[in-house]
Every structure is written in structure tokens, then in C-alpha cells.
């Protein structure tokens, strides 16, 4: 099984790889055997010719029930109530039981037999838009979708079927935007109910593409609650998604110590990431901390603020033993070092803004802005600190795609103070040059350092 708990793109790797080591007598054939077999290397082909055949079987089964329901549709109108239900419901059971039997009975067509079962799930959510209309029952449009999660995620757990999954993640979110929009208190229950539905799942089947959906949904789930208002609104989603990122950048970090679940921590770590540099990044302006500040105990008169507390608390323990494991975490330690340095940096100058009281006396007032000041300094540190981490972790693991994104922020972090402050063109012209040529010296540095690498490793 040691095969599943590595990528494939790190077996296909391997696979040029050790074709090379071999030609160049640095594995015996016996050798290069042996890993080939330890690692299934053969079995590429057949997986990616599996992963396209399903595609295409998902695509051809929907054009044929595309094909099906406007030849149905055209007799709709002369067709008996009774009829139209057994029509409709037979088309479904006709399909997951095909599906079933080719893909997990029989085997013989598991591809086709997959796809048969995608196509029952998609005749599932059709059929309660038909029942409906059959029986001219009137309710709210989003309860379909609902309903239709819940038997893609029964499905997607009794057959382990990811394409059922992500059918489940996507119509659970469609449900949550309409419940939210005419209860308004969706977004309170619907990340915990998410992560119930979702996370044993993305545990069990290791899916990044489960992974990086789930995520989303759970954290524009806690940021859908944000009430309706100009003084309220973008607070509350930079509050979630602050509460969010610490919980997917400590659960990544965690998750990244561990092989079966590396893939699924970059996911975990890239939009914790996200979470935290956005919010810090619209901090670092001096107008943001002011807005922060402003009728901020309105923020808390709101159940939103459950699901963003439970995620910013659960995210605690979690950080504890990253920072337990740390001496283990190799390369990666600056970027997560950082991370969190970054994440107590932005809630720091987020709690000074907010502990401020906006209706201050003429003779606190100075008070007040010196906090607003420290607030956005606050900010433009923590985006540096998560700069730091990504080039810090780039240096440790030679990897350019770390490198560049941190090179980015540093230098949109200048160009943004450039363009909010009028310090006098001289003044700009003078911090520009210096940024620049430091981003040079630290290409510079780099690239020795990736050459000093590469002499090490060619030594023998």
C-alpha cells in the first residue's frame, strides 16, 4: 500500500528518474527492479489511462442523459403522473445498479461503472426538481439541494466515490447561499456541518481536489454570515478569513509532517496562507485600522462570530503541536516559524484596533490615531514575516515556486506603500531604488546558493 501514500507525480519522477540512474550504472537492474516494483512504477500508465477513461465516460454518460430527458421532455406534457415518476425513478436505479455491478460486482467496466453511478447521482438531483414539478409541491429552491448533497455524500461514502463527493460539496454550498439568503443564519451551522461531512472523507480517500473544495466552502461558509452593511460586512469576512487560515495553516503544517497526507497539507497550508496574507495585507493600510475601529463592538452582535471563534480556538492546539514537531519539520520550518509569527502579528494589530473606542475626547484622539498607526504597522510586518517564511523555506528546499511568491509580496507591499502615502517623489525614488536593488542582492544570493547546492551534490 506504500504506493497510495505518495503523489503521482512524484512516482512519475521516479520513474524518469531511475530509467536515467540506470542507463548511468547508478543502480544495478536488480535495483532498479526492485523500486520499480516497490513503487508500482508500471502501473502509471494503466492509472492514467483509468483517470481519462472515466472522464470520458462521466462526459459521454451526460451528453446520452442530456440526450434522454429533451426526448423525454418532448412527450412531458401526454405522459401520465404515475408514469413519469416510475420513468424517472427506474432511470436512476437503472443506473446505480449498472454502475454497481460493472464497477464493484462484476469489474469488469469499473470506469464506465463509475460513471454510470455519477450519472444516477445527477438523475437523483433531477428527479426532485421533477417531483416537484409533478406533484406542483412549493418550497424553497435551495431545500433540492440539499437533499441532493446528502445522497451524493451518501453515495460518495458507501462506494468511495470522489466525483459523488464533489458533486455533494458543490450542491451543499448552492444550499447553503440560498438558506443564508432567507434565513441568514446558515453560515452559523453550515461550516460545522461541512467539516462533519467532509473531512472523514477527504481523511479516508486523500482526494486534493475534495481537499481544496471542502476547504472553500467551509471558509466562504464562515464568511457568508457576514451582516448586511457598509460599517460591517468586510470586517467580518477579514475576521473569518483570519479564523480560517490559522486553522488550515496549523492543520497543513501538521499534515506536511506526515507522507499519506503531504498533498493535502500544501492545499491546507496555501489557503491558510491566502487567508492570513489577505487580511494582513489589507491591514498594512493606515485607512483599513481606522474602518476596523470604527462601531467595532457592532461586530460581536452577531452569530457569525460563532463558527470563526471555534475555528480560531480549535486552531490552537493545533499550533501547540507544530510547535512540538518543530525541530522535525526540515525545510519547511521558516515558512511555518513565519506563518505564525505573521498570524500573531495581524491578530495583535487587529485587537489594538478593535480595543480601541471610536468616539474618543478631543484629548485622546492622538491616542487613538497612534493606535491606528500601530495597527497598520503591525499589518505591513505581519505580510513581511509571511514574505520571510516563503523565501526562508525556498532557500532550505531549493524550490523556486516558494521564492517567487515571497519576492512578490515584498513588492507589493512597496508598491502599495508608494501609492498611499505622499512622502515627496525623492522619498519614494529613494526607497524604490533601495527595494530593488535589495530584491537584486537577494536574486543574486539566491542563485549563488542554488550553485553551491548544486556543486555539493556533485561531489562525490
Known amino acids: 500500500m506504500h504506493e497510495q501514500r505518495l503523489s503521482t507525480g512524484f512516482r512519475k519522477k521516479l520513474r524518469d528518474e531511475l530509467a536515467a540512474w540506470r542507463a548511468e550504472g547508478l543502480v544495478s537492474p536488480g535495483q532498479a527492479d526492485a523500486l520499480s516494483g516497490r513503487y508500482r512504477l508500471d502501473d502509471l500508465a494503466k492509472e492514467s489511462s483509468r483517470t481519462l477513461l472515466l472522464s470520458l465516460y462521466i462526459i459521454g454518460a451526460m451528453l446520452v442523459a442530456g440526450g434522454l430527458v429533451s426526448f423525454v421532455a418532448a412527450h412531458w406534457d401526454g405522459i401520465p403522473a404515475a408514469v413519469k415518476v416510475v420513468l424517472i425513478v427506474l432511470a436512476m436505479l437503472a443506473c446505480h445498479a449498472a454502475g454497481i455491478y460493472l464497477w464493484k460486482i462484476r469489474a469488469t467496466r469499473p470506469g464506465l461503472g463509475h460513471a454510470l453511478v455519477v450519472l444516477g447521482t445527477l438523475v437523483f438531483g433531477a428527479n426532485i426538481g421533477l417531483m416537484a414539478q409533478i406533484f406542483h409541491i412549493h418550497s424553497n429552491y435551495y431545500n433540492g439541494f440539499a437533499a441532493w448533497a446528502l445522497g451524493a455524500l451518501a453515495v460518495a461514502y458507501a462506494l468511495g466515490s470522489v466525483p459523488n463527493a464533489f458533486i455533494a460539496v458543490v450542491t451543499s454550498f448552492i444550499w447553503l447561499c440560498g438558506w443564508e439568503d432567507h434565513s441568514g443564519w446558515a453560515a452559523v451551522y453550515y461550516p460545522f456541518l461541512a467539516a462533519a461531512a467532509f473531512v472523514p472523507f477527504i481523511y479516508w480517500k486523500r482526494s486534493v481536489l475534495i481537499t481544496a473544495l471542502a476547504l472553500l466552502a467551509i471558509g466562504l461558509g464562515m464568511m457568508a454570515g457576514a451582516p448586511h452593511g457598509r460599517w460591517l460586512e468586510w470586517r467580518v469576512i477579514g475576521l ?51 474602518e476596523l475601529r470604527y462601531r467595532s463592538w457592532d461586530l460581536f452582535d452577531s452569530p457569525w462570530l460563532i463558527p470563526v471563534a471555534a475555528a480560531a480556538v480549535g486552531s490552537i492546539p493545533l499550533w501547540v503541536l507544530y510547535a512540538r514537531a518543530w525541530p522535525k519539520a526540515g525545510a519547511l520550518r521558516p515558512l511555518g516559524s513565519c506563518l505564525f509569527s505573521g498570524l500573531v502579528l495581524l491578530v495583535a494589530g487587529i485587537g489594538l484596533a478593535l480595543a480601541t473606542p471610536s468616539n474618543q475626547p478631543y484629548y485622546l484622539r492622538t491616542l487613538a490615531e497612534a ?26 528546499a531549493v524550490d523556486r515556486r516558494l521564492f517567487w511568491p515571497g519576492i512578490l509580496l515584498v513588492v507589493l507591499l512597496v508598491v502599495s506603500r508608494f501609492f498611499e502615502y505622499e512622502s515627496g517623489l525623492l522619498w519614494k525614488a529613494a526607497a524604490l531604488l533601495a527595494c530593488g536593488v535589495g530584491i537584486i542582492l537577494g536574486g543574486i544570493r539566491f542563485e549563488s546558493y542554488l550553485r553551491q547546492r548544486r556543486l555539493a551534490d556533485e561531489r562525490p
Request: overall charge positive; proline content about 1%; glycine content about 14%.
Open 240 to 290: 473569518a478569513a483570519v479564523g480560517a487560515g490559522s486553522l488550515y495553516a496549523a492543520a497543513g503544517l501538521l499534515a506536511l509532517g506526515r507522507e499519506p497526507l503531504r498533498r493535502l497539507g500544501r492545499v491546507a497550508v496555501f489557503l491558510g496562507a491566502v487567508g492570513i496574507g489577505a487580511m494582513a495585507y489589507a491591514l498594512s493600510f493606515l485607512h483599513t485600522a481606522q
Open 371 to 396: 493606535a491606528d498607526i500601530t495597527a497598520a504597522i503591525l499589518g505591513n510586518a505581519a505580510v513581511l514575516a509571511l514574505a520571510a517564511g516563503l523565501i526562508g523555506s525556498a532557500m532550505a
